[in-house]
């Protein structure tokens, strides 16, 4: 039932953050420099399959082991250096391969990740507790 609890949480905070970081921060970088590439209207499935499985990612990878040694500090920058990794990933493959893609859609989106991903795991640990029962 924590985990459960766990993930639910973790997936608000992430996904409330996120929207209002796309709406102000990351759309309008992205429409300035690859606006002729976004899809009008967004493809919300694809977007919710990334969603649930990014949480469940958090949760294995961090959240989990941060709760079972009652460490939300641990699971800040756990979640930081895996947002790194997966933002990171998905930033440098595209400046690497897409003509119109920008070193700053590479900084902030892959700041924002970072940054959004450590939040959202310590944001679940803490409020659980920051324990495992």
Known sequence: MQTALLYVVTAVVFLGVDTIGIR???RPVFERHVGHLLADPLRLGPAALFYLAYVAGI?????IPALKTGAPMQALLGGMILGLMCYGTYEMTNYAT????SWRQVVIDGLWGTALTGFAAW???AALGGRLT
């Open 98 to 101: 897409l003509a119109d893609w």
């Open 59 to 63: 949760l294995w990878f961090v959240s």
């Open 24 to 26: 102000y921060l990351i």
């Open 123 to 125: 944001a679940g640990v």
